[in-house]
C-alpha cells in the first residue's frame, strides 16, 4: 500500500522559517518524481515546487522563488520544503503528491499518489 505522510507543519510568524517534510512508503520511490501542492482558504489547489527522480531538476511557483527549497534523499524515501522568509500568504495546507517517471511533473491530476496534507499557518 502507497501512502504519503506529510509532517512538519504549523504556527510561523512571518519572515520566519519551517521545512515541511514528506515520506514515502510501499513505492520504488527512486522511480517517481515528486511534487508540492498547497491550497489555502478558500483558494484553489495551486503548484509549489516540484524535484525529479535524483532531485537534479527542480521546479518552482513564482510566488515562492527565492525562498522555497526542495530536496530529496532517496535513501530515506523523503521529500523536504525549505520555507524561508515565510509570507501570511503562505498559509494554507501543503500537501505532497509523488508521479511515476522521472522527469518534473507540476500538475495535481498527473500524480499518481497523494498525501493527505499538513498545515502551515503563517501570522502576521
Same mark, same amino acid.
Given at each position: 500500500q502507497v501512502q504519503l505522510v506529510e509532517s512538519g507543519g504549523g504556527l510561523v510568524q512571518a519572515g520566519g522559517s519551517l521545512r515541511v517534510s514528506c515520506a514515502a512508503s510501499g513505492l520504488t520511490f527512486f522511480s517517481y518524481a515528486v511534487g508540492w501542492f498547497r491550497q489555502a482558504p478558500g483558494k484553489e489547489r495551486e503548484f509549489v515546487a516540484a524535484i525529479a527522480w535524483s532531485g537534479g531538476n527542480t521546479d518552482y511557483a513564482e510566488a515562492v522563488k527565492g525562498r522555497f527549497t526542495i530536496s530529496r534523499d532517496n535513501a530515506k524515501n523523503t521529500v523536504n520544503l525549505q520555507m524561508n522568509s515565510l509570507k501570511p500568504e503562505d498559509t494554507a #495546507? !501543503? !500537501?505532497c503528491a509523488a508521479a511515476v @517517471?522521472? @522527469?518534473l #511533473? *507540476? *500538475?495535481w491530476d498527473a500524480m499518481n499518489y497523494w498525501g493527505k496534507g499538513t498545515l502551515v499557518n503563517v501570522s502576521s
Amino acid at each position: 500500500q502507497v501512502q504519503l505522510v506529510e509532517s512538519g507543519g504549523g504556527l510561523v510568524q512571518a519572515g520566519g522559517s519551517l521545512r515541511v517534510s514528506c515520506a514515502a512508503s510501499g513505492l520504488t520511490f527512486f522511480s517517481y518524481a515528486v511534487g508540492w501542492f498547497r491550497q489555502a482558504p478558500g483558494k484553489e489547489r495551486e503548484f509549489v515546487a516540484a524535484i525529479a527522480w535524483s532531485g537534479g531538476n527542480t521546479d518552482y511557483a513564482e510566488a515562492v522563488k527565492g525562498r522555497f527549497t526542495i530536496s530529496r534523499d532517496n535513501a530515506k524515501n523523503t521529500v523536504n520544503l525549505q520555507m524561508n522568509s515565510l509570507k501570511p500568504e503562505d498559509t494554507a #495546507v !501543503y !500537501y505532497c503528491a509523488a508521479a511515476v @517517471g522521472h @522527469g518534473l #511533473v *507540476t *500538475t495535481w491530476d498527473a500524480m499518481n499518489y497523494w498525501g493527505k496534507g499538513t498545515l502551515v499557518n503563517v501570522s502576521s
